[in-house]
C-alpha cells in the first residue's frame, strides 16, 4: 500500500464513524486525494457519495429522438434527451441543459431516463460535499491483515498512529469481570428496538431519541451501514419513525453527522417509537 493511501485510511480512522467529507481540511497534505479515493474505491476499503459525472445515449434514446418509438415526454425531457443524444460520445451533465434548469432535477430527469433504458450512466465521486467512508472491509483490513512494509511508510506521524492504536484497542477483548454491557451485532430488531426504547426512558428524550444515542451504544461492533439498514427496516415495519432536525444549535456537528443523509432534505435525526 503507498504511503498516501495508508494516510488517508488512518486519517479515517480519526474522523466520527470512519467518515469525512473529503474537502475537510485534515485531507489537504494528501495529493491526488480523488485519485486515491478511487483507487481504495475500486479495493472495496473506502466508500464514498457518488455523482453523475458523463451520460451516454443508448438505441431506445436515439429512437425516440428520431420519432420511431413514442414515449410520453415533456417538452423540458425531451430536449434534454435531445441535447444527450447530439454528443458523439458521453457528454458531461452540466452540458446538458442551462441555467433554466436545477441541477437536482436535471439528475432527477437522468436517472428516470437511466431506469427507463433511454441512456447509460456513469458515476464518479460527487463534485460537491462528497463524503468519504471506511467500509467494514476496510476496517477488517486494518484490524487483521496491514502489516507495515520494512523502510516504507516513513511519513506517517505520531498523530495518525494514535487514530490506528485507538482503532485497533476497540476490539482488544475486555476481562470477564467487566461490568459494561457487551454487544454484539447479533441482536434481533426487536432488541435493538428494545435498547431505542431503553435508551429514550433513560436519557429523558420524550420519545424523540437522536440516532447518535444510539449509535454511541451500538458501534461498535455495529456499522454505520449495519444499523442504518435495521432502522429502515423498523420503520419499513412501521415499528418507529425517523424525522430530521430543525434547529441544530443544540447539537455538535460529530452529533448531528450521526444522522442518516437523504438526497433531499435534511438528515434523519430523531427516533420515535410507534
Not at 470512519?18 to 485531507?27: E, G, Q, T
Not at 423540458?76 to 441535447?83: A, F, P, V, Y
Not at 446538458?96 to 464518479?124: M, N, P, V
Not at 428524550?205 to 461492533?221: A, M, S, V
Amino acid at each position: 500500500m503507498e504511503t498516501n493511501e495508508l494516510k488517508f485510511l488512518l486519517i479515517l480512522l480519526g474522523c466520527s464513524d470512519y467518515r469525512s467529507p473529503l474537502a475537510a481540511k485534515w485531507f489537504d497534505s494528501i495529493k491526488s486525494k480523488e485519485k486515491i479515493v478511487c483507487d481504495l474505491g475500486e479495493r472495496g476499503l473506502v466508500d464514498f457519495d457518488r455523482g453523475i459525472a458523463s451520460v451516454k445515449i443508448l438505441p431506445p434514446g436515439e429512437a425516440i429522438v428520431e420519432g420511431k418509438e413514442e414515449l410520453a415526454l415533456t417538452p423540458k425531457q425531451l430536449r434534454i434527451l435531445e441535447n444527450i443524444s447530439k454528443a458523439v460520445e458521453k457528454i458531461a451533465p452540466s452540458k446538458i441543459a442551462g441555467k433554466s434548469i436545477k441541477s437536482t432535477e436535471r439528475d432527477a430527469i437522468l436517472q428516470k431516463f437511466q431506469e427507463q433504458g433511454l441512456i447509460e450512466i456513469e458515476r464518479a465521486i460527487k463534485r460537491q460535499k462528497a463524503e468519504v467512508w471506511l467500509t467494514e472491509t476496510g476496517q477488517d483490513y486494518l484490524r487483521d491483515e496491514f502489516v507495515p512494509e520494512t523502510g516504507t511508510n516513513p511519513a506517517i506521524s505520531f498523530n495518525l498512529m494514535t487514530n490506528y492504536l485507538g482503532f485497533l484497542r476497540k476490539f482488544i477483548q475486555k476481562p470477564e469481570n467487566y461490568s459494561a454491557t457487551v454487544i454484539t451485532n447479533k441482536l434481533s430488531d426487536d432488541e435493538i428496538l428494545q435498547i431505542i426504547r431503553d435508551l429514550d426512558k433513560e436519557l429523558g428524550t420524550d420519545n424523540y431519541l437522536p440516532i447518535f444515542h444510539l449509535r454511541e451504544k451500538l458501534q461498535p461492533p455495529f456499522y454505520r451501514k449495519d444499523l442504518d439498514r435495521v432502522l429502515y427496516r423498523l420503520q419499513q415495519e412501521d415499528k418507529i419513525d425517523m424525522s430530521s432536525l430543525q434547529e441544530a444549535s443544540a447539537y455538535t456537528p460529530e452529533q448531528i453527522d450521526a444522522g442518516i443523509p437523504q438526497d433531499v432534505g435534511g438528515s434523519l435525526f430523531f427516533i420515535s417509537v410507534n
